[in-house]
């Protein structure tokens, strides 16, 4: 197995990142099973699709508590609120 050292985007420190052989992405290709019905990505986990399909409504459920801005994913949020506040 390989680890890369990175800095992490939301807290600016150290952590080690596993990179995957290439065969695993073509398993991965392989398994998807959750296509998006607008746009014919596929996604093997459906809570992606979700948030995938999220993204194409325009429905942005994760408010930030400091502004207006909204976000389709928590993520996104959080890496907002450490960046912009």
């Not at 939301?10 to 607008?38: H, I, M």
Request: proline share 5%; charged share 25%; hydrophobic share 25%.
């Amino acid at each position: 197995t390989l680890f890369k050292s990175v800095i992490c985007k939301l807290c600016n420190k150290g952590v080690y990142k596993y990179l995957q052989p290439y065969s695993r992405k073509t398993t991965e290709d392989a398994n998807r099973k959750f296509p998006c019905n607008v746009c014919g990505k596929s996604f093997t986990r459906k809570y992606n699709l979700d948030a995938h399909l999220r993204s194409h409504n325009n429905i942005k459920p994760y408010l930030c508590p400091e502004c207006s801005d909204a976000f389709v994913r928590k993520h996104d949020l959080q890496r907002h609120v450490v960046s912009v506040h």
